[in-house]
Nanobody
Framework: QVTLVESGGGLVQVGGSLKLSCTAS????????MGWFRQAPGKEREFVAA????????YYKESIEGRFIISIDNAKKTQYLQMNALKPEDTAVYYC????????????????WGQGTQVTVSS
């Protein structure tokens, strides 16, 4: 069993930055992928970014690449999402997830999820 706890969400103005953290506890596997997803009110959950634990490969939603940076500290079992140049459309609940998905952007393929952290970007 794996437990994920996110932190770092909050209210920020347009153009501002936030850094989300997600710490895993319990049994994790070196071949796991850790990902970030988000869900805005009335919309489906969408992929944001992911990183493989076994190598430094990263994946990003095309529209956010260059603004968001995903990273991981394996020793701390913590992944981060640095979000820069935030826009109102980035407002959502952000979830971290982990598992062994064939495709990193497939939410259904992740086995474990955090409780989510709210990010609100005000204009």
């Amino acid at each position: 069993q794996v437990t994920l706890v996110e932190s770092g969400g909050g209210l920020v103005q347009v153009g501002g930055s936030l850094k989300l953290s997600c710490t895993a506890s319990g049994r994790t596997f070196s071949n796991f992928t850790m990902g970030w997803f988000r869900q805005a009110p009335g919309k489906e959950r969408e992929f944001v970014a992911a990183i493989s634990l076994s190598d430094p490969v990263t994946y990003y939603k095309e529209s956010i690449e260059g603004r968001f940076i995903i990273s991981i500290d394996n020793a701390k079992k913590t992944q981060y999402l640095q979000m820069n140049a935030l826009k109102p459309e980035d407002t959502a609940v952000y979830y971290c997830a982990t598992g062994d998905p064939t495709y990193a952007d497939n939410a259904k393929a992740y086995d474990y999820w955090g409780q989510g952290t709210q990010v609100t970007v005000s204009s």
